[in-house]
């Protein structure tokens, strides 16, 4: 497969396709795309965010700008190597597009991510504050909106990008036939918002939800604070989860004192939520007396969903984190060795080491390689290509 794709959802999708075992290769333009130094960054400037999205891909250079770059890319696209007649891309270009490239390539599966469906671009955070998210996330009485740190409707359209693209090929092996598909982060986002019910409850119930905190909507979470000033989230979504947490607390009386003066019920999580801060003060009495490790003992023999709040420092450096066989260290050329994850998909029977993740390339570490083999060049002519200008390779002490 080849991915002519840039900053999140584009590499996801081709990230997600390498560590299930296709031969992804990633082609840019020469000295990096847009996202090549993007935060966070070592301290010598080396993207670990590149690294990080495009683990497990090969890397050609070239010099997308010029016809000869790009028709070294057509080839490679539309050729009978191991990366042709797929391609994964964000770039609205005429020679990328479908059209050209199936009047080449008849079967070529084809996907391209847009902003909007019908191609305008946008990005995460203009698509998220534009379909209602930000203005009911954060505290309770806080006027403006409030964004959250993760890009979600990017990694969702990359996932998507990724299944869509296994769809078509496995239609492709049965029938013969490509296809072009495209993926709209918007619709991804829009999509979302309406499996996930707040669309539904706009429309039907013409209310507008409100912002909550910490607090689950529709049922009962929220953090509490420990005795050793310590914070944990705890969700009592069941009325098991909510009986035991009643029980561990050693809150039964009061509890059941309230639900008789109030006529509640606070088995539904209807009424849990309705009176959720009654219910979370109580509970905090027993919380706010004990510190984090006996919390940790007593909610561990119970049903209760709980964790306490880190910090990606914490996490990192956590020894369950490196526990999981499916982080492992690499060790990434400009970044140093780290911890890094292959695949959350585990297969049973899987081989020891088969989650393992393996590192990104160098910029051009693999562009002779890719010229030489999937496109078979002779070695006069990569030479040749080299010294015009048209692609480029990583220095042989980057490519490790």
Not at 162 to 188: E, N
Not at 320 to 341: C, I, K
Request: with cysteine.
């Amino acid at each position: 497969m080849v991915e002519v794709a840039s900053f999140v959802a584009g590499p996801l999708g081709g990230m997600t396709l390498a560590q299930l075992g296709a031969d992804v290769i990633r082609v840019d333009p020469l000295g990096g795309a847009a996202d090549h130094g993007r935060w966070p960054v070592t301290a010598t400037g080396t993207s670990i965010y590149w690294a990080s999205l495009n683990k497990g891909k090969r890397s050609l250079a070239v010099d997308l700008r010029s016809a000869a770059g790009q028709q070294l890319v057509t080839r490679l696209i539309t050729g009978s190597g191991p990366g042709g007649g797929v391609v994964l891309t964000n770039a609205p270009r005429p020679w990328l597009s479908y059209e050209t490239l199936s009047a080449l390539r008849p079967d070529l599966i084809h996907l391209r991510i847009d902003g909007y469906a019908d191609g305008r671009p946008a990005v995460d955070y203009t698509v998220n504050a534009e379909l209602g998210f930000p203005l009911v996330t954060g505290p309770e009485g806080h006027a403006g909106p409030v964004n959250h740190v993760l890009p979600a409707w990017d990694v969702a359209c990359g996932l998507y990008a990724a299944i869509g693209l296994l769809a078509a090929d496995r239609q492709r092996r049965l029938t013969g036939r490509g296809q072009p598909l495209t993926v709209a982060l918007h619709d991804v986002a829009l999509a979302t918002a309406g499996n996930l019910g707040f669309l539904g409850e706009a429309e039907l119930n013409g209310v507008r939800r409100p912002k909550v905190g910490n607090h689950l909507y529709g049922s009962f979470a929220r953090d509490f604070t420990t005795g050793d000033g310590s914070r944990v989230m705890v969700v009592a979504l069941t009325p098991r989860h909510w009986a035991d947490l009643v029980e561990v607390s050693g809150q039964q009386r009061p509890v059941a004192a309230l639900a008789e003066s109030l006529g509640a019920d606070f088995a539904a999580e209807g009424d849990r939520y309705e009176y959720r801060e009654v219910l979370a003060a109580l509970l905090q009495r027993w919380f706010g007396t004990h510190d984090l490790a006996t919390v940790t003992a007593a909610l561990g023999a119970t049903s209760v969903l709980w964790s306490a709040y880190r910090s990606f420092t914490e996490v990192a450096a956590a020894e369950e984190t490196r526990a999981n066989p499916m982080m492992g260290l690499v060790d990434q050329p400009g970044v140093g060795q780290y911890r890094a994850p292959g695949s959350p998909i585990r297969a049973r029977g899987a081989a020891a080491g088969d989650q393992q993740p393996v590192r990104a390339p160098v910029l051009g570490e693999h562009s002779a390689a890719i010229l030489g083999g999937d496109l078979g060049l002779g070695q006069d002519e990569v030479d040749d290509l080299h010294q015009r200008g048209v692609v480029a390779s990583a220095p042989p002490e980057q490519g490790g």
